[in-house]
């Protein structure tokens, strides 16, 4: 155990420089839910970083089978490599055994269609709806995501629900922690920074030399950290790893008494991260975090060519990691207070291109897994697979959202404990959809 721990504490984790930029009131939302709060529960975003192609992710396997395989063309899946999900009429992709095995235990579902909205649209509005800013821009949508703001906003929705679910916790540490290696804007919030982790399999403070010699150099460095130089950006920056040493220092103390992993966990960078959060899971009483918000993320999912071959991996790997990740929740009996989503900027084409890959689009379909998730069934609505037909925003299959991410997060934010009353200062667009949460929760 102690080498596993040794493992975990390589590099020192630092506060994300949106934290900085946030030093804005207090929204002055707080949940009496939160405020009373003793149980704890944890949200876990996947990001899949670059437009991830969930037309292949779950495919219709009954009547409307073929329509999506006139569609798709050369980047079609087989329909019998397609792995039932359940009795829904849909199959998943091949490689995600793990998800399927979730969805047919009643602990996983897919959420059709979302994306980013002001307001509900449809095709025959479109022209007269305002649009999300830079629609198909990696950037902004990725933004836009992590923000749930249309136009591109400065604080995360993790990071606002996490300034209302502070009021549970009683330690000092926020509640939004990123294992993805850097700043995450979805924990940014007005009040609370999120803690990142600058590399995807360790954290905590690295020493050298020996423990005297390191010692002297650690109170030489809080020394200068805490000198008045007059300056308030040097200062802001000096408080702010002073935070960030003080945080690593705790979590290191706390892991001391993490139990061992009781699954091996895949040596992939998403494997790795969601070790971490299960191990900060595991001493979550002892932080004193009754509420807690996880960024984790991988990239590859930009497929403009070869969409089949590279998909099967980049499926395996996050299929591989969240088979492990809940496998050790159900060993430590917390399946049921932790929650697992994903997100991505954007879904892909719904024909290929001339690379037998596929290009940036609009709406796309996410996984929603954990205990508490009802689970077995898809929510939402699935799109029309007819290019230029109902859904499509153009002519190759770019789906219109018919789920804003404002119902899928507050969806999440509601189990997490935020309130509705709190629902409208974290979510604005919130009010212009109904219902405002859904069922998979």
Request: with cysteine; glycine share 14%; net charge neutral.
């Amino acid at each position: 155990m102690r080498r596993e721990r040794r493992a975990f504490l390589k590099n020192c984790c630092y506060l994300g420089a949106a934290g900085l930029a946030s030093q804005l009131g207090r929204l002055g939302m707080v949940s009496a839910y939160a405020q009373s709060a003793s149980d704890h529960r944890a949200l876990v975003c996947v990001f899949l970083f670059g437009g991830h192609d969930s037309n292949n992710m779950i495919v219709p396997i009954d009547s409307r089978y073929q329509a999506y395989q006139a569609m798709r063309g050369p980047v079609a899946l087989g329909q019998g490599a397609l792995l039932p999900a359940g009795g829904s009429g849909y199959g998943l992709h091949p490689a995600l055994g793990n998800v399927q095995r979730l969805f047919n235990s009643r602990q996983a579902a897919v959420v059709f269609n979302v994306g980013t909205l002001f307001q509900p649209t449809t095709k025959a509005t479109l022209n007269r709806t305002p649009l999300p800013k830079n629609l198909y821009s990696h950037s902004d949508q990725t933004q836009q995501w992590q923000s749930s703001d249309p136009n591109g906003g400065g604080t995360g929705w993790g990071g606002r629900i996490g300034d209302v679910a502070a009021a549970a916790n009683t330690g000092t540490l926020p509640p939004g922690i990123s294992v993805n290696g850097g700043s995450s804007l979805f924990l940014a919030g007005p009040t609370t920074r999120g803690i990142n982790f600058s590399s995807a399999s360790s954290f905590g403070l690295t020493t050298f030399g020996d423990d005297t010699a390191m010692a002297a150099r650690l109170g030489s460095l809080q020394k200068l950290l805490t000198f008045d130089s007059g300056l308030k950006l040097v200062s802001a920056a000096n408080g702010v790893l002073n935070d960030a040493i003080r945080s690593a220092q705790e979590i290191d103390a706390a892991l001391g008494g993490a139990p061992p992993l009781p699954v091996a966990f895949p040596n992939s960078g998403l494997g790795q991260q969601l070790a971490q959060v299960a191990q900060i899971i595991a001493v979550q009483g002892a932080l004193g975090l009754n509420r807690q918000i996880f960024f984790a993320g991988m990239g590859g999912f930009d497929n403009h060519e070869n969409l089949l071959g590279n998909h099967q991996q980049l499926l395996a790997t996050v299929d591989g990691a969240i088979g492990a990740f809940v496998a050790t929740l159900e060993a430590r009996g917390a399946a049921d207070r932790v929650t697992l989503f994903t997100e991505s900027e954007f879904n892909r084409t719904g024909n290929a291109n001339a690379n037998v890959g596929t290009d940036h689009a609009w709406g796309g379909h996410q996984l929603v897994v954990g205990g508490a998730v009802r689970g077995g069934d898809t929510y939402g609505t699935f799109p029309t697979h007819t290019l230029s037909g109902p859904d499509d925003a153009g002519d190759r299959g770019s789906w219109i959202p018919t789920t804003s991410l404002d119902q899928y997060a507050a969806t999440l934010g509601g189990w997490f404990g935020v309130s509705d009353a709190d629902m409208a200062g974290i979510f604005p667009n919130l009010a212009n959809f109904s219902p405002q949460r859904l069922g998979f929760m």
